[in-house]
């Protein structure tokens, strides 16, 4: 009781909703998994945007990519669920490289 878990994921799929995405470690999926296993969610973030995981899937490295986007977009906290966001559907929205969950036990 009271432990923190800290569970990130590289998740560099495009995210659908057709009609749930809950088969990979989207935002989620891991707050399904996580809740089911008994967790508390505190926090979940999005790692990157469409441009920052094209520009991984092409081997681009952090330092051919503007700071500023990096510094804007690096670790966005997502508070809804992602099914039930609008801004999810946009394409600069749907590519990103990874998860973050922080989550305890109660």
Not at 12 to 23: A, E, K, R
Request: proline share 7%.
């Amino acid at each position: 009781p009271g432990g923190h878990l800290l569970f990130t994921t590289p998740f560099n799929n495009q995210f659908h909703l057709i009609p749930t995405d809950f088969f990979r470690y989207s935002l989620d999926g891991a707050r399904t998994l996580l809740t089911d296993a008994g967790l508390e969610i505190e926090a979940t973030y999005k790692v990157g945007n469409s441009a920052i995981a094209s520009a991984f899937m092409l081997g681009f490295g952090a330092g051919d990519i503007d700071v500023r986007l990096i510094e804007r977009k690096i670790l966005q906290p997502v508070s809804e669920p992602v099914g039930r966001s609008k801004r999810w559907g946009r394409p600069a929205e749907s590519l990103y490289v990874g998860t973050c969950v922080t989550a305890r036990r109660p």
